[in-house]
T-cell receptor, first 115, second 113 residues
Framework: GAGVSQTPSNKVTEKGKYVELRCDPISGHTALYWYRQSLGQGPEFLIYFQGTGAADDSGLPNDRFFAVRPEGSVSTLKIQRTERGDSAVYLC?????????????FGPGTRLTVL | DQQVKQNSPSLSVQEGRISILNCDYTNSMFDYFLWYKKYPAEGPTFLISISSIKDKNEDGRFTVFLNKSAKHLSLHIVPSQPGDSAVYFCAASALTSGSRLTFGEGTQLTVNP
């Protein structure tokens, strides 16, 4: 079956612009996570969804970042007024559920470059 | 604060030998630990995990050891193969935080033929 997919694979934008990054989780997975990986670092948690609701958004760095998952499947990470420091690989992961311990399956990521 | 640390940014071993990757953590609430492997331009791939109620978990060539008192875990790969060359991330999770993962910085493993 299909794994987690993310589009676009690469996004180059100018400082101050708005961007949207999309994640298609594995079918049937109710939990969805967003992480951000900067160069030379491990992924850092941003937000996770259980179904349609954001169960924990404590990792979002500031109010320029927002994510939605309106139908409990596809999720979009939205970044307003992008800054050069937002440049990173944005990773999405999904798992069967949030409760208990479940393997998270990662997508290939979207590489965002803010010029 | 870095709650999960991998102090070795890189490790080089000969094919057939053992690779040992180390990870330390500071948060005593962590009760589940995972290792992920990452190739360039791909997302991390789950390798092996261990619950805090165990001190060892084995899956084929991969074994993870957990020392709770020292807040230390390690991944052993034996025998190492050139295809194991990748970045390895240690990650930790706490049941109270909804399975969000806290990752270390990663260790680049190179297995030489």
């Amino acid at each position: 079956g299909a794994g987690v997919s993310q589009t676009p694979s690469n996004k180059v934008t100018e400082k101050g612009k708005y961007v949207e990054l999309r994640c298609d989780p594995i079918s049937g997975h109710t939990a969805l996570y967003w992480y951000r990986q900067s160069l030379g670092q491990g992924p850092e948690f941003l937000i996770y969804f259980q179904g349609t609701g954001a169960a924990d958004d404590s990792g979002l760095p500031n109010d320029r970042f927002f994510a939605v998952r309106p139908e409990g499947s596809v999720s979009t990470l939205k970044i307003q007024r992008t800054e050069r420091g937002d440049s990173a690989v944005y990773l999405c992961a999904s798992s069967l559920r949030v409760a208990g311990y479940n393997e998270q399956f990662f997508g290939p990521g979207t590489r965002l470059t803010v010029l | 604060d870095q709650q999960v640390k991998q102090n070795s940014p890189s490790l080089s071993v000969q094919e057939g030998r053992i690779s040992i990757l180390n990870c330390d953590y500071t948060n005593s609430m962590f009760d589940y630990f995972l290792w992920y492997k990452k190739y360039p331009a791909e997302g991390p791939t789950f390798l092996i995990s261990i619950s805090s109620i165990k001190d060892k978990n084995e899956d084929g060539r991969f074994t993870v050891f957990l020392n709770k008192s020292a807040k230390h875990l390690s991944l052993h790969i034996v025998p190492s193969q050139p295809g194991d060359s990748a970045v390895y991330f240690c990650a930790a999770s706490a049941l109270t935080s909804g399975s969000r993962l806290t990752f270390g910085e990663g260790t680049q493993l190179t297995v030489n033929p």
